[in-house]
């Protein structure tokens, strides 16, 4: 099955910029989704489809996608930008939703 | 605006059944495109993909949880209803419905989520 690697943690200083990763065989060819979440909340959509960002979500969120990796990209980092992120794919050949292990972005 | 809320037991006994509700609004389960996702995370875990019914009743199911979980949906009562048989301490989750993006498969709006605990 399908399989989405994410560090456990990244750290940052704010106004800098964080990127976040999600490692998977030719995830190039998938579409990525990435939320994030904070503690006690349900999650929230950032980025779909690799690098469209819902309504809302500020233009310093952005992702990309080629290869085996896909990033998510966050642009002068706040203080609010501490969640965990996670990815998520659509697994084709098993039909199904695979989410990444998370990564917990710590702003320092 | 689309809203989707959960409910059902806080607690359950191991070997029990659970079934949760996702009672929703601002979307019909009848509509071309429409999906509701069950997706459960554990205390301090990650997220993990449960179910997905769609707007024609066709289903999909974890691989790993298939033989427990069902899914099934009320369009007049604008609910999906989650059961998942012999309940074990591992179930141990919060447990979200969530809204499929149309034309895409990510999930852009969620529940709030309800906490279930599986113990004797």
């Known amino acids: 099955s399908y399989v989405v690697t994410q560090p456990p943690s990244v750290s940052v200083a704010p106004g800098q910029t964080a990127r976040i990763t999600c490692g998977g065989n030719?995830?190039?060819?998938?579409?990525v989704h990435w939320y994030h979440q904070k503690p006690g909340q349900a999650p929230v959509l950032v980025i779909y489809?690799?690098?469209d960002r819902p309504a809302g979500i500020p233009e310093r969120f952005s992702g990309s996608n080629s290869g085996n990796t896909a990033t998510l990209t966050i642009s002068r980092v706040e203080a609010g930008d501490e969640a965990d992120y996670y990815c998520q794919v659509w697994d084709v050949s098993s039909d199904r939703a695979v989410f990444g292990g998370g990564t917990k972005l710590t702003v320092l | 605006q689309i809203t989707l809320e959960e409910s059902g037991p806080t607690l359950v006994k191991p070997t029990q059944t659970l079934t949760l509700t996702c009672t929703f609004s601002?979307?019909?389960?009848?509509?071309?495109?429409?999906?509701v996702a069950w997706i459960r995370q554990p205390p301090g875990k990650a997220l993990e993909w449960l179910t997905l019914i769609y707007w024609n009743d066709d289903k999909r199911y974890s691989p790993s949880l298939k033989s427990r979980l069902t899914i099934i949906r009320d369009t007049s009562k604008n609910q999906v209803v989650l059961t998942m048989t012999n309940m074990d301490p591992v179930d141990t989750a919060t447990y979200y419905c969530?809204?499929?993006?149309?034309?895409?498969?990510?999930?852009?709006?969620w529940g709030q989520g309800t906490v279930v605990t599986v113990s004797s």
């Open positions: 969530a809204h499929l993006k149309h034309f895409s498969r990510a999930f852009d709006i």
């Open positions: 489809n690799d690098s």
């Open positions: 030719n995830i190039g060819t998938k579409s």
């Open positions: 601002g979307i019909s389960l009848s509509t071309s495109g429409v999906g």
